[in-house]
């Protein structure tokens, strides 16, 4: 089984681009995106391989949310954690497959001025609470955008990015938290070095010269490990300031 998950930062560009045409040669079984910014209406249908298309777009228009598609369908469908205070932006879907629980995920960025912080802490914190009650029925996958670069060797500058968002002790010390909790980075699994991106910033053309951020992921619950046969990133795909990432798992 293969799994991509894509922040696309606007399906409808990325559509308008013909950014999806990559898939014809990567073949995914599920594809998760984030940022999506549209309501299934204003997109109309896409990607009809996928027959199983499941939405939570946020309530504010243009901004945020979460799609994921699938060739089998989900035995379960959970928007959001249940609870008012994060459900709004659409930044969580949780499908349920024989075998596993698939959580896509758009973490809350800390913001400029580190205005967000507190909330962010909090969510990793409930986020974090989401995942375990998963892992008391099956083991849990999960993926997307954790506006986080966990270690010095995830961003191109740590120096000077010590004390911005997605770099500040508080997100990385987030992150640990997950993968303390029992979940494996699987790119780490199978890639120890730096210069592995997976967004960079368009204003100053940054992914020509790749100075970049690891900040888009795959984690699987320990007890998933025996069956994870690859993860990787796909640095080449154009259409959005993150590229995808993905993994295979022989479930």
């Known amino acids: 089984m293969k799994l991509l998950s894509w922040n696309v930062n606007g399906l409808r560009a990325v559509l308008r681009k013909g950014g999806f045409s990559f898939l014809s040669e990567q073949r995914p079984d599920i594809l998760c995106l984030q940022e999506i910014r ?47 205070e994060h459900d709004g932006e659409g930044r969580l879907l949780t499908l349920t497959f024989p075998g596993f629980h698939l959580v896509n995920v758009y973490t809350p960025n800390a913001q400029r001025g580190l ?75 199978f890639c120890k070095e730096g210069g592995h991106y997976t967004w960079w910033s368009a204003v100053t053309r940054a992914r020509e010269r790749n100075v970049g951020w690891r900040i888009d992921y795959f984690c699987i619950s320990r007890r998933l490990r025996p069956a994870l046969g690859s993860a990787f990133i796909l640095p080449e795909i154009p259409g959005s300031d993150h590229c995808p990432v993905g993994i295979t798992l022989e479930l």
């Open 38 to 84: 549209a309501q299934p209406q204003q997109v109309g249908p896409i990607l009809p391989e996928y027959p199983c298309q499941y939405w939570n777009p946020a309530e504010k228009a243009g901004y945020s949310g979460t799609l994921c598609f699938s060739k089998t369908e989900a035995l379960q469908v959970r928007r959001g954690m249940g609870s008012p």
């Open 115 to 189: 205005r967000r912080l507190a909330y962010r802490q909090k969510w990793d914190r409930d986020f974090r609470a989401h995942l375990l009650h998963l892992e008391e029925s099956a083991p849990v996958v999960f993926c997307g955008d954790l506006n986080v670069a966990h270690e010095e060797i995830d961003l191109a500058h740590p120096q000077a990015n010590r004390l911005n968002a997605g770099f500040t002790d508080q997100e990385r010390q987030g992150f640990s938290g997950h993968l303390a909790a029992g979940y494996i980075d699987t790119f780490r699994e």
